[in-house]
């Protein structure tokens, strides 16, 4: 059984109220918080190795130490809890069960960077977890947590929950801060960064939910402590919401060091795949990330056992391996058709795209169509290799990630899939009724030895 | 005339005093909710007029944000708004039936509203429940593992609820 830091209270009756979270141990990083210093606290944090958990795995304590401090000037702390890529459900299930965990995590924050008012932004279709987010909030409030010179320290902290309205792109941090000052969510252009020129022209540290309740175990273990779980740049635990054709769907916290085979085949974890169905591919970390087909999943192009890390998911680059990502996994089974799962991603990211740049507004609609072409039979071979070229151009070509993010499921698709693309446009009255199958994509990988 | 209750307006003050002085600019995505809860579930244009109006803004500023998110309804819904996601994960989990289902049995395609009113069917791209898929959103709620069955009694429920 991995050790358990962010969920291991997960299931106490009652935990999501105050009186059973304080029993439990709640807030009691915020008391020694305070008996640190402001830097000793951000020094704990870089200690600890913890990275970002919203998907770009950016060392935490590195990002609190770029934040700009000029005399006068207010820095703010936003929460980003606007949880939207497809695959990603954990941050709900963190505030929705343990609200104050982010609560806590935020108050030792905000107090290490010295922001005096913070957000929480959430997805605007989370709403009964905002008003389950503003009762806690209450609550911490009540119970001298949040306020005025909190436990006679001086510190003066407020903290509110603001909901977004329906917009993938404000989980970008540049456009959450748009979208926090009432704008539409279009990503600002950087630099400059947040750190320095972020909500109201303010300092700000943008931090996804996972990272900030992470600081709680941080703080009372000590970041040498948390460094020492896991394994190589991924220390602590990671929540990974696993879904699409596994036995049991769900949030897991996993210690890093656990193989991706033993994650879906094990009880503890996913328990397999349902109906005796084999496993044909993978998308390991939120829609974005590179889907790998079974065979490439499991194991890696150098033929080691692939693990449930940072490291390991990204081994052999985007040619052969993949990402952490948010930590969405989706399986798919041998029923299911790669040309129709990248076809419905495709039109995701074109519904989000913010159509700032031409190259993701007009490039993720050009997709979606050809996709849904293809998908219905009237594809031609020049479409894959039309695909291939768009996706080309759009990746790195805009002001944010999410042209890479729309391009990289397609570019993934046709790189380990493109003969199921082929079949497609060579069957198209089949493809309608059939799927293509596993085939060869379980087979073992043949590993050059050298000599 | 178009105004909140004096309990809203409260509550568009309170939204007001969580930003620095002269942003209050910010609070106009948590007041759209407001308008729309408050005003038929959709935002007019006379709507929006008077929410610029509350923050002291144009009203162009309000039109471009109300367009730019997927919450926001610019045309009357039903009384029932069915959102259901048909992104990858709830696609593999057969979200395509369930749409085909909630068409078949409300007779109305996406992006339409049923004759009395009451149901309007729209197809979201992922809402954060993927390992509960399919799902739906109703109103403030999440309804989730969805087959033929519970279709029935979401439609049974806000039928009844309607009377």
Redesign the interface.
Known sequence: MAKKLLLDKAHVPGIRSYEVYRKEGGYRSVEKAFRLTPAEIVEEVKLSGLRGRGGAGFPTGMKWSFLAKPEGV?RYLVCNAD???????KD?YLMEFIPHLLIEGMIVASFALGSN?S?IYI??????IADILENAIDEAKQNGWIGKNILGTGFNF?L?V???????ICGEETALIE???????NPRIKPPFPAVKGL?DCPTVVNNVETLAAVVPIINEGGEAYSKIGVGKSTGTKLI?????INK???YEIDMTISVEDFIFSDEYCGGIPNGKRLKAC?PGG?SVPILPANLLLTTAKGEKRMMNYESLSDGGFATGSMMGSG?F?V?DED?CIV??TM??A??YH??S?GQCSPCREGTGWMERILKKIESGKGEMKDIDLLWDIQRKIEGNTICPLGDAAAWPVAAAIRHFRDEFEWHVQNPEKCLTENFGLRHYADPIHVAVTA | MIKFSEEKLKKVSEIIQRYPEGRQKSALLPVLHLAQDEFDGWLDTPVMDYVASLLNIEPIEVYEVASFYSMYNLKPVGKYLFEVCQTGPCMINGSDDIIGYIKTKLNIGVGETTADGLFTLKTVECLGACGYAPMMQLGKTYREHLTKEKVDAIVAECRSKAN
């Open positions: 207010p949880e939207s890529e497809p695959g990603t459900f709900r008012v957000y997805r605007g279709e989370y709403a009964w407020e509110y603001q909901r977004g309205a329906g917009a993938y979208s926090l000052e009432g704008k539409r969510g109201w919401s696993a879904c699409g054709n769907p769900g949030i998308i829609s969405g989706i798919l299911q129709r799962n419905t991603l039109r995701f519904h989000e913010c």
